[in-house]
Structure formats: structure tokens, C-alpha cells
């Protein structure tokens, strides 16, 4: 078993825009893996990462200004910050523009070239700038891509290719001899049939149209392509380099798992596989590839306007509620389905009613009926011994399912044991075994059972909503790791809502709130991005004054305004409404000397009519600071 060790990676997310809750899921899929693993006495290194490269990133730096190094930057820390929503325990986060991964793309590519692998000729055909992939015209459908459906070019450019030709018969092979090298079986027989029997073309790995690349060291128009740069941080992420390897690669490679969606399985499973049969390296032992995460039915995507965000679904409900939905709704082959709706029924009837009150109402009556101490007793009625084997059987159904990657079922095992324990509650009744003196034993028994069922529940949890098994761990006062049914004694601690049922109505309503005012925002900056450009002459009507707050106080039913009183110097009091009460108080503001629009149109906000308009930085959508002046009169003309 390798000692044990276990390399796992997932996709590494483009750094064009911000990841969705379809992206989320391959990190959080490979987080419970992670998890079970090191569960299992596992030596794992997790990694994860961003891929930086490319002519999309090129031209997405450009619109906003930026160098493209400064753009990857701001994305790559976004991904991270999405990922680290998740509560992820990766153990490396590598991104493409990692010196140490560059210099060992480079060398890659000089060795596959030198033994002739890669040579030089010319491409023609059409490209996919979204998905930076070169089709035939055969290969597109209704004149389009194939895999975004979106429109494509003519491209035609001086090119570095692998020849791919030259290991199918080799690939193929291994496939065959390797059965669990593809899962699931739909997506080997998809690469099979559609790709290595109809024959490989050779891939274009260079690019000379657009500069942001590792250059080709030795033809320094060229840059690497990304099925070479960004495939490669499975191996130069652990320290792979032809020029001589680490010991961490030595140690972990080959990888044990690569967790991918299914609309890449092809890259993984044809091209990295033969890139790295002509290094001379192992191959990796299997490829997952997961279903999609869609919304409703469609396609998650932002042109749709139907993106949801895994982090602002986290800030709102937990990252346990996330993590949840995902593994239990997303099957091992097929696609899995996400609304708000849905999100809020599955946490409503799944974590608060079914394990939030099983252990909520146990706790409550150990304490209410011992002081918070039960022991073992031995009974034997018809309803314990179903217990106790409902118990077992989600112990094998559980692992079964989490060794071969099923995680929805391994939710719907656990899930299962959670339901039982809720009926053994009804069938027991505690709360009339506790008016009988001589049951009070067997009241002891069931409450002993249900903690120590609850206690194996809070071990099989412990993959897929870590913060919540940890803390039923600690309300039951035993946080032991056996699966096996245990005699012993509980001690258990304050019984502790864990998952608080959520207002549907309510929480819809706020959503749909946010969600326009966001489109709002979006359609407003978009505006302005649209907005000509102003003459020297336009920019001198703006009569822009220092004023000093004098008075400041919110605006009833007025969430983000505040009403202030400027002293602008002109004698009279000038009231502004500014949207600011997010981030400032009134006792911030008061004192402070400010920029305000002084030749403003009135307008009527909320009862308050504002004459004029203060001056405030936008860092980010959610952090905007008010410009403040020093040893400045009121007054003043700003210039």
C-alpha cells in the first residue's frame, strides 16, 4: 500500500473569473476524500491550485488594465479564498506561475523535444478562446464548440505539436489492463469510443499568437501551451523536474487520485497519461471524473445569470450546509441539481430536523433524566437489536461507499442510521420511560444506545461536515474514533442547537433582494464602463467643497443610509443621505472634514431630501472608505 501514502489532487481552477459552486464542488469532493483517508491512518498530501496561463488571461488583463501577472494574482488569491470557504484541508496550493513550476515546464518540453515527441509544423483550423482548445470543422457542432457551445475563430499559426499518434496503441493498452483507471466505467468507454478508436491526432503545445506563457526556451516566439503547463503541476507540484527530481516526488508520485469534472476527462486520461509515458514516468492510478453541479436544469453560467457562489452560499448558511448539499446531491455518475430552494429544503429536513434534533433531544434528556451521566446496560428488545444492526449495516454501507468514491451514498448511509435513531426515540419514548421507576435501567440503555449510535455518526460525519461532527463530538463528551458498537459511559455537555431551521419564505425573499440588488450594481457599473468620455469643460460643472460633519444620524426603514449635516461653509446647513451605514457609524463620521458634491441635483431618499453627494473609494464591493480631509477649512474648493 505505498506505506499508506495518498496523493490526491483536483483540477486546478482557470484564473480567468471567479469560481462557481460547480467549481466548489471538485475541491469539496476532494476534501472528504482527503479526510477519510487520513481517517484511515493515511499518510495524504492533498493539492489543489490555479492555472495562470493563457490567451483568455492575456486578454481579460488587458480590459482591465493590468499586467496579466497582476491579474492571476487578484484571481488566484479569490480561488483561494473561495476554497478556504469551504473549510478544504489542502496541503498545497500551487499556482503556474510558481518559479519552480515554470523552470520545470520548460524543461519538460526541451526533453520531449530532443527525443522527438514534440516536433514543429503549422496549425489550421478552428479555436475556442474560453476553452482554449483547437476542433476540426467536423468536430464542431451547429458551426460552434463542442464543449462551451460558444462561437469560434480561424486560427492559423506556426506550432509546436506532441505526437499523441505515437502512444495510442500504448494507452489504449493500459487502459484495458487497468480497468479502475477510469471511473466511472461511462467515461472510459466515452474515451474509448469517441477518441482512441476513431484514432488521436497529434496536440498543438505551443502557441505564437499571444505572449502569456512559459516560453519555449529554445524558439522564444512560441510560448507553452496549457495541456503541457497546466497538466504538469500534478508532478512538478510535489517536485518533479527532469533535470532531477525531490524526495517528496520519489515519495508520492504517482498520483492516487486525480479529481476532475467530466468535461476535462479527456485532457487527464489521454493527454497527461501519454505526456507522461514519453518522460518516462508512472502513470497516475485513477482519474475521477464527477458529474456537473447544474441549476435547475441548466448549465451554470454567467451569461445564464444563474451562477451561484459557494462562499456567499457559506456566509450565509455555514460551510457545513455547502459541503453537505453538495456530497449528498451529486451523484457518482450522474449530474447533480442546485436552487436556493432546494438548498434551504435539504438543510431544513436533513441537518436541522434529522441530525440537529437527534442530538439536540438526547442531550437534552441525558441531562434531564441522569445529570448528564449514562452507562451501558444490556437490553435486548426487538427495537434495540434493530438498532444496533441498522448501526452495522451503515458502518459497511458507509465505507463501501466512500472507498470507491460514492459520496452521495455514503451520505444516504449515514443519513439512514440518523432517521433510524429519530424512530427508536418514538418507539422507546423516553419521556414515559422516565415516570416508571422500574424502567429506569432500560431508560439508561436507550439513552446510552442513541449517544453511542450518535457518537459512530459523528466519526462517518467527520469527512463530510467537519465543524458539525466535531462539535457533536464535544456536546456527548466522547470523541473516540472506533466505528464498532462500544460499552462504556457518557458524560455528555449543554445540549446546543447544531443547525438552526431556517424562515423558507424569509430567506428567499433576502436572496432575491441581494440577487437584484447585485444585478443592479452589475448594470450600473456597466453603464459606466460604457460612458464616453467628458471634456475639460464637463469636468469644471462639478462643483466639488470641503465640508465638515457636524451631525449624524441613520435613516429609519434605511438600512445603508445615514443622514448628515455638513457645514460647507456657505452658513447654511447642507443635508447629505449616503449610503455608508455598512461601513461607518454616526460617532465615525461626526468631527470628520469630507468632500462633498456641492452643485448636485436634490433628490428624495427615503423621506430625506439630499443636497449633494460625498466622496468615497470603492476597494472592493465590500469595502468602501469615505475620503477624509485634514487641515482643511470648510468650504473649501477642492481643485
Not at 493498452?173 to 487497468?178: A, L
Not at 419514548?429 to 435501567?441: G, I, T, V
Request: hydrophobic letters at 40%.
Amino acid at each position: 500500500m505505498d506505506n499508506k501514502k495518498f496523493y490526491i489532487t483536483t483540477a486546478i481552477a482557470y484564473a480567468s473569473s471567479k469560481p462557481h459552486i460547480g467549481n466548489a464542488y471538485d475541491i469539496v469532493l476532494a476534501d472528504m476524500i482527503a479526510r477519510y483517508k487520513r481517517l484511515n491512518g493515511f499518510d495524504v498530501f492533498f493539492m489543489t491550485g490555479s492555472d495562470e496561463h493563457g490567451q483568455k488571461i492575456e486578454e481579460k488583463a488587458k480590459e482591465a488594465g493590468i499586467s496579466p501577472k497582476e491579474y492571476v494574482d487578484r484571481a488566484a488569491a479569490q480561488i483561494k479564498s473561495v476554497w478556504d470557504s469551504m473549510n478544504t484541508t489542502y496541503d498545497k496550493f500551487i499556482r503556474t506561475t510558481d518559479a519552480d513550476h515554470e523552470a520545470a515546464v520548460t524543461e519538460i518540453f526541451k526533453k520531449l523535444y530532443e527525443q522527438g515527441d514534440i516536433y514543429k509544423s503549422e496549425y489550421e483550423g478552428k479555436y475556442c478562446v474560453p476553452c482554449e482548445s483547437f476542433f476540426t470543422q467536423s468536430q464542431l457542432v451547429d458551426g460552434k464548440c463542442p464543449d462551451c457551445g460558444r462561437e469560434v475563430s480561424d486560427a492559423k499559426e506556426e506550432a509546436y505539436f506532441l505526437r499523441l499518434s505515437k502512444y495510442q496503441d500504448r494507452l489504449t493498452k493500459y487502459i484495458e489492463e487497468n480497468p479502475d483507471f477510469i471511473k466511472p466505467e461511462s467515461r472510459k468507454n466515452e474515451m474509448i469510443n469517441n477518441f482512441l478508436k476513431p484514432g488521436l491526432s497529434d496536440l498543438c503545445v505551443s502557441r505564437s499568437s499571444f505572449k502569456w506563457g512559459i516560453p519555449v526556451e529554445f524558439d522564444k516566439k512560441h510560448v507553452i501551451y496549457v495541456w503541457i503547463d497546466a497538466l504538469s503541476n500534478y508532478a512538478t507540484g510535489i517536485g518533479y523536474n527532469p533535470l532531477g527530481s525531490t524526495e517528496q516526488y520519489k515519495k508520492y508520485w504517482p498520483a492516487d487520485l486525480h479529481v476532475i469534472g467530466k468535461d476535462i476527462v479527456r485532457f487527464h486520461t489521454i493527454y497527461w497519461p501519454i505526456i507522461l509515458m514519453a518522460l518516462g514516468e508512472p502513470l497516475p492510478k485513477q482519474v475521477l471524473g464527477h458529474p456537473w453541479v447544474l441549476v435547475g436544469e441548466d448549465k451554470m453560467s454567467k451569461s445564464r445569470g444563474n451562477t451561484i457562489y459557494a462562499d456567499e452560499l457559506a456566509a450565509r448558511f455555514g460551510s457545513d450546509a455547502v459541503r453537505y448539499y453538495l456530497l449528498s446531491e451529486v451523484s457518482f455518475v450522474n449530474d447533480g441539481s442546485i436552487t436556493h430552494e432546494s438548498f434551504i429544503n435539504k438543510f431544513n429536513s436533513d441537518l436541522a430536523n434529522t441530525y440537529g434534533n437527534l442530538v439536540n433531544r438526547t442531550v437534552a434528556m441525558t441531562n434531564k433524566y441522569f445529570g448528564g451521566t449514562v452507562s451501558y446496560k444490556s437490553y435486548e428488545n426487538e427495537c434495540d437489536l434493530d438498532l444496533i444492526k441498522t448501526l452495522d449495516a451503515c458502518v459497511a454501507d458507509y465505507q463501501k461507499a466512500m472507498d470507491t468514491y460514492h459520496n452521495a451514498d455514503a451520505c444516504a448511509a449515514v443519513l439512514e442510521l440518523a432517521k433510524r435513531c429519530n424512530k427508536y426515540i418514538d418507539e422507546t419514548m423516553p419521556w414515559a420511560l422516565a415516570k416508571d421507576e422500574s424502567k429506569k435501567d432500560y431508560l439508561e440503555a436507550v439513552l446510552f444506545n442513541l449517544l453511542e449510535c450518535i457518537r459512530v455518526l459523528s466519526v462517518l460525519l467527520l469527512p463530510i461536515i467537519p465543524d458539525a461532527a466535531e462539535k457533536i463530538a464535544e456536546q456527548i463528551g466522547n470523541a473516540s474514533k472506533s466505528l464498532e458498537f462500544t460499552e462504556g459511559s457518557f458524560t455528555v455537555g449543554e445540549a446546543k442547537p447544531l443547525f438552526a431551521r431556517i424562515d423558507t419564505e424569509k430567506a428567499l425573499a433576502e436572496i432575491a433582494a441581494e440577487e437584484e440588488e447585485k444585478k443592479k450594481a452589475q448594470e450600473k457599473a456597466e453603464n459606466v464602463a460604457k460612458m464616453s468620455e467628458i471634456s475639460i469643460e464637463d469636468f469644471m460643472k462639478v462643483e466639488l467643497k470641503a465640508a465638515k460633519v457636524t451631525a449624524c444620524e441613520p435613516i429609519p426603514k434605511a438600512k445603508k443610509l445615514l443622514k448628515l449635516t455638513l457645514d460647507d461653509g456657505s452658513g447654511k446647513e447642507r443635508i447629505v443621505a449616503s449610503g455608508i451605514a455598512k461601513w461607518y457609524t454616526p460617532e465615525q463620521l461626526i468631527g470628520k472634514t469630507v468632500i462633498v458634491v456641492a452643485n448636485l441635483k436634490p433628490a428624495k431618499l427615503c423621506g430625506v431630501e439630499s443636497c449633494g453627494m460625498i466622496l468615497a473609494a470603492e476597494k472592493s464591493e465590500d469595502d468602501v472608505k469615505v475620503v477624509f480631509l485634514e487641515d482643511v477649512p470648510a468650504g473649501s474648493k477642492i481643485r
